[in-house]
């Protein structure tokens, strides 16, 4: 079965945290983005915190981490079906900038799910 591309199944993801009020409030007040860059497809971002949770196609002019990995990898991180920790330790997933708040974003994916 074919997943859905990246983006997709981040703003599904995204759906589901929205509705889950205890989550939303634990975001934290500080502004952060998530470049995510799939190296077989465009790419796209996560806005978290200060009340915002938002994807946007595109490069984020500030990017805390930036997230690369495959687009299947990527669909099946946000879909439930990969865990972030094993992509990064089999190499299929690199992370560049403030590894401490990648960490972070994978916890609260992993709570969303």
Do not use: C, H, W
């Amino acid at each position: 079965m074919a997943s859905q591309d990246p983006f997709t199944e981040l703003v599904r993801l995204i759906e589901r945290t929205r509705a889950n009020k205890d989550l939303m409030e634990g975001l934290g007040e500080r502004e952060k983005s998530f470049q995510f860059r799939p190296t077989d497809g465009e790419p796209f971002y996560l806005v978290i915190g200060g009340g915002r949770l938002e994807a946007l196609k595109g490069e984020s002019s500030s990017a805390t981490a930036t997230i690369v990995a495959s687009s299947q990898d990527l669909s099946d991180l946000f879909a439930g079906r990969a865990d972030a920790f094993r992509l990064f330790f089999a190499g299929r997933l690199r992370v560049q900038g403030n590894v401490f708040e990648a960490q972070q974003l994978a916890k609260i994916l992993g709570q969303a799910r």
